[in-house]
């Protein structure tokens, strides 16, 4: 059973850095796509990141675009998600996924439905 354990959120101001990580125990995820989401209170889940299976491709939603970056490890069958740049709309539950569909991605048509496993999340809190 795979399971995924999110560290690294905090608290931070405008303009700071921070590195999310998300180990993946229980088995391999090499082969897999995985990606970032983050929710913020009173609003829906949004989709942040995404990495292709053994790192052959990186998708971030528009409103983080040069500001974040993914990347994996996949001998420490880990994940990052490289935060710089940070804004107070930043702020929220920051959790990674991983999907199981191995076709072709095409992650701006992908959902949170699409993710079959989740981690429990890690607070970001921006302040202006």
């Not at 125990?25 to 989401?37: C, E, I, P, V």
């Not at 983080?64 to 880990?78: L, P, Q, S």
């Amino acid at each position: 059973q795979v399971q995924l354990v999110e560290s690294g959120g905090g608290l931070v101001q405008t303009g700071d850095s921070l590195r999310l990580s998300c180990v993946a125990s229980g088995r391999s995820l090499s082969n897999y796509a995985m990606g970032w989401f983050r929710q913020a209170p009173e609003k829906e889940r949004e989709f942040v990141a995404a990495i292709s299976g053994s790192g052959g491709g990186t998708w971030n939603t528009k409103s983080v675009e040069g500001r974040f970056t993914i990347a994996r490890d996949d001998a420490k069958n880990t994940i990052y998600l490289q935060m710089n740049s940070l804004k107070p709309e930043d702020t929220a539950v920051y959790y990674c996924a991983v999907t199981y569909y191995t076709g072709s991605y095409n992650f701006d048509a992908m959902t949170s439905a699409d993710f079959a496993v989740w981690g429990q999340g890690t607070q970001v809190t921006v302040s202006s």
